[in-house]
């Protein structure tokens, strides 16, 4: 059981401060009997003297100075929680648990996250890259606020709004003969670049291989998508990427892109989370930046 409590801990302090009861009732707008007892049951509880009592008021003892130094401490933790949890309330302020997969957090999270972070300076965000089976699992335990989500995951109990359109495709070097559409089962006959295997998409691939029997012979891993593709068109192996970071990346690297015919290279994303009206304030706030950034991309021209 607690021995004291925050009035306790304000009490003392203005007793300290001011060096004589009544001052201390005054400024905590009680009266002195009030002061005098909560200060003799904090001194009994510890039982120790913090007080020594003077002609002209009281002071704190070495123990009452070091108990001061300790109680100012935990008002200080105590306004600043206080604080940050307005904040909290309001909106304006905290740290958004955001989950997706590479596609998205490579192709489209700069440009849907770079302008809301500048509009709230106060916002934090924690982003971590998931398949979609865990971003669900996650959500619906409560360890994630928003979660970007493929349509082939099991939604069900989530709120969902459409996202963007995610395909993969194929990037071959210049020099390798091939004919496409082609299936990830021929892929697998390449040496292949690919990303790192923590990241989400690596292990999507990893367990599509494993699904066939198959082991992909992975020459190299990379950092980002960019790295994949100089790599590719270097001639050091084939690789996977986003449509749009071949369609970017192409225009100044040689190599050839080709679409994949199993139907998980084309999925649709949405947005998840496991109650909008649960949200705090601050995850609220870019879930509405996200579907605004939805409309705008639907409107582009293509």
Known sequence: MYKFDLIDLKIFVAAVDRGSLSAAAAANNIVVAAVSTRLKRLEKAFNLELFERTGRGIRPTLAGDMFARQARKVLDDARRIDVELDAFAEGHSG??????NTNMLSEHMPQALGPFLQQNPDIFLSVKDKPSHEVVNLLKDGEADIGIVAASADMSELQRWRFVSDRLVLIV???VLMEGP?????ILDYPVIALQEKVALSQFLRRLANELGRR??????????EALCHMVSFGAGVGIVP??????????????TFAIVDAWAERELYICVRN?????????KLLEHLLIYVHEYNLRPA
């Open 216 to 225: 992909p012979n992975i020459r190299f891993r990379c950092e980002s998508f």
């Open 182 to 186: 082609t299936s990830f089962s021929s």
């Open 95 to 100: 740290t958004v648990r955001l989950l997706s």
């Open 243 to 256: 449509e749009s970071a071949a369609e970017r990346y192409g225009q100044r690297m040689a190599f050839q």
């Open 173 to 175: 070097p210049t020099n």
């Open 276 to 284: 909008e009206a649960q949200l705090p304030g601050f995850a609220r």
